[in-house]
T-cell receptor
């Protein structure tokens, strides 16, 4: 069965430092992987996706994610964090049986000035 | 930029009452979804809707839930007899249905339902 895991409930990073939000997945076929962000009192917003091709995917707001097939990971990264990046980040994988997204539990990212 | 709009932003209701949550998806989108997020927990898929019928639903989406697209623009979620555990944030989402946009959902801001 497809699944996705976000091992960290919260990640704290100082402004200007690089950030990584971790995601690992389990799929039976080729993975379709996504990152969404939820700012306070807002709905989720699409950040980026990996379907095929280059392992490094670039998305909105300067974020990128690296697909690593051997480690079954799709970690979200940004070279220099901003306070405004503080939000809840969700990793998701597409379920090949019904094409719906399976969501991770979310990681709260806190960027401190 | 096109938005998915949801009303009400917050509804408080008594247990056993019927609730209707409304959504206006992006006009050229073809797939519509309802998700819920219980406070502090993960986002859960409820139902997807395409071509005027349910295409997928989760175990959560039991007989107490129904969806409708009554007038070609609104997309509603009805809970017939609310329970305390229905208290959550309910998100509507839509996508184009095209393969290039597959699973790239645009979400509304959510409707917070509080059942007392």
């Amino acid at each position: 069965a497809q699944s996705v895991a976000q091992p960290e409930d919260q990640v704290n990073v100082a402004e200007g430092n690089p950030l990584t939000v971790k995601c690992t997945y389990s799929v039976s076929g080729n993975p379709y992987l996504f990152w969404y962000v939820q700012y306070p009192n807002r709905g989720l917003q699409f950040l980026l996706k990996y379907i095929t091709g280059d392992n490094l995917v670039k998305g909105s707001y300067g974020f990128e994610a690296e697909f690593n097939k051997s480690q079954t990971s799709f970690h979200l990264k940004k070279p220099s964090a901003l306070v405004s990046d503080s939000a809840l980040y969700f990793c998701a994988v597409r379920d090949d049986s019904n094409y719906q997204l399976i969501w991770g539990a979310g990681t709260k990212l806190i960027i401190k000035p | 930029e096109p938005e998915v709009t949801q009303t009400p932003s917050h509804q408080v209701t008594q247990m056993g009452q019927e609730v209707i949550l409304r959504c206006v998806p992006i006009s050229n989108h073809l797939y519509f979804y309802w998700y819920r997020q219980i406070l502090g927990q993960k986002v859960e898929f409820l139902v997807s809707f395409y071509n005027n019928e349910i295409s997928e639903k989760s175990e959560i989406f039991d007989d107490q839930f129904s969806v409708e697209r009554p007038d070609g623009s609104n997309f509603t979620l009805k809970i017939r007899s609310t329970k305390l555990e229905d208290s959550a944030m309910y998100f509507c989402a839509s996508d184009t249905g095209q393969s290039s946009g597959a699973n790239v959902l645009t979400f509304g801001a959510g409707s917070r339902l509080t059942v007392l």
